[in-house]
């Protein structure tokens, strides 16, 4: 697990995608890679997403994990599907000792201290931070960082091209979350040009912020 966090590290970015038609999902994975970001967070918000994540992950070369994963069985489903880390929109024991059970990096919600220390409290050490738009943002990170020092965060909700810079800046950041560079729409229209333009863009603002 702590070498799926060390990847999402590496790669500053972890794109947001909702795909409606899991056909898509080989050609968006190849966008990515194009576009210089072998990373997706594939979300159970549509009836597509596990065979999404199936196509993935077979390909070998792209990172890909469930997003908006809300129950256990919606764990065991994105395990079978092949992804390697789950997200959840906020902190559930439940999915979280589904994912241990599995043995699977878990990355739940967390906006509050108090939220924090239950996520701690069940042995994890990084926390999505959502909606990070809506939840103070980039500032309100930095002050949660401060009481917990060791906890890692992944901001996502709300952020794109003019904040992005404001969250990476921070130390406690372990990775950014975000869907600017993998529009539903582009997907659904199959304009994966547009989508491995927009991620190559999306790494050139990590790379030079």
Not at 51 to 63: E, F, K, M, P, W
Not at 155 to 182: D, K, Q
């Amino acid at each position: 697990m702590s070498d799926i966090l060390e990847r999402l590290a590496a790669h500053r970015l972890v794109p947001v995608v909702v795909i409606d038609d899991a056909s898509h999902a080989d050609a968006l994975a190849q966008a990515l890679v194009d576009g210089g970001l072998p990373v997706a967070e594939v979300t159970f918000r549509t009836s597509a997403a596990a065979d999404a994540i199936r196509a993935i992950a077979a390909r070998g070369d792209v990172l890909v994990g469930a997003g908006t994963v809300l129950t256990p069985a919606q764990v065991d489903a994105a395990v079978a599907a092949g992804a390697s880390y789950v997200v959840s929109p906020g902190t559930s024991r439940a999915v979280v000792e589904r994912c241990q059970e599995h043995g699977i990096l878990a990355l739940p919600g967390a906006v509050t201290a108090t939220e924090v220390q239950a996520a701690l409290e069940l042995g994890l050490t990084t926390v999505k931070f959502f909606p990070a738009g809506t939840s103070g943002g980039a500032k309100a990170v930095a002050a949660l960082a401060a009481p917990f020092g060791d906890v890692g965060f992944v901001p996502t909700g709300g952020i794109g091209p003019s904040n992005l810079a404001e969250y990476l800046a921070l130390p406690a950041v372990r990775a950014v979350g975000g869907s600017w560079m993998v529009p539903r729409d582009l997907i659904r229209g199959g304009d994966l040009d547009a989508v491995r333009d927009l991620t190559a863009e999306a790494v050139s603002l990590v790379a030079h912020p």
